[in-house]
T-cell receptor, first 110, second 111 residues
Framework: GQNIDQPTEMTATEGAIVQINCTYQTSGFNGLFWYQQHAGEAPTFLSYNVLDGLEEKGRFSSFLSRSKGYSYLLLKELQMKDSASYLC???????????FGSGTQLTVLP | DVKVTQSSRYLVKRTGEKVFLECVQDMDHENMFWYRQDPGLGLRLIYF???????EKGDIPEGYSVSREKKERFSLILESASTNQTSMYLC??????????FGSGTRLTVV
């Protein structure tokens, strides 16, 4: 089975840096994804890690350690529009189906 | 861009009704998925399909069935809707490396 843990809520200030952690236990690991979801909308793809290390994409970076079952999403220069839920998801299985964590609701304050 | 279209944005049905949720993708993806999303529980996988006429149960298949007669279309069926199936339903398709593309979701209310 799969088990994915991430914090329920986080708060940060505009312009700051925030790190959202995700730990997982899984069999048949194919990769780890981060999605962003604004209220009332569908999730949108942010990043994908399959090998250990850091993937950088503009203001967003994601890190993976497969041996530790650990990932984080780093958001820099926070903007008000970054207020959203951030979903950690692990890919496994024949169809590379995703198992999602419950999501971290990030609130960015002015 | 990949487009995944769900037929209804909002739906209200009565207890005991048979409900069909339709999903169509336009990028020839092999894999399609149905999730439900509930507060505090996140997205939970109901069923998925990796080819036409092929289907696999996800984590919470009870009370649901699916149909995939054509590659681009994946339907979720609630055989006899119940109030505990009130939820947001999300369809997705995938091409492996970049994970899923989601539809806009169907908010189903069963009364």
């Amino acid at each position: 089975g799969q088990n994915i843990d991430q914090p329920t809520e986080m708060t940060a200030t505009e312009g700051a840096i925030v790190q959202i952690n995700c730990t997982y236990q899984t069999s048949g690991f194919n990769g780890l994804f981060w999605y962003q979801q604004h209220a009332g909308e569908a999730p949108t793809f942010l990043s994908y890690n399959v090998l250990d290390g850091l993937e950088e994409k503009g203001r967003f970076s994601s890190f993976l350690s497969r041996s530790k079952g650990y990932s984080y999403l780093l958001l820099k220069e926070l903007q008000m529009k970054d207020s959203a839920s951030y979903l950690c998801a692990v890919s496994s299985g024949s169809a590379r189906q995703l198992t999602f964590g419950s999501g971290t609701q990030l609130t960015v304050l002015p | 861009d990949v487009k995944v279209t769900q037929s209804s944005r909002y739906l209200v049905k009565r207890t005991g009704e048979k409900v069909f949720l339709e999903c169509v993708q336009d990028m020839d993806h092999e894999n399609m998925f149905w999730y439900r999303q509930d507060p505090g529980l996140g997205l939970r996988l109901i069923y998925f399909s990796y080819d036409v006429k092929m289907k696999e149960k996800g984590d919470i298949p009870e009370g649901y069935s699916v149909s995939r007669e054509k590659k681009e279309r994946f339907s979720l069926i609630l055989e006899s809707a119940s109030t505990n199936q009130t939820s947001m339903y999300l369809c997705a398709s995938s091409s492996d490396r970049y994970g899923y593309t989601f539809g806009s979701g169907t908010r189903l209310t069963v009364v």
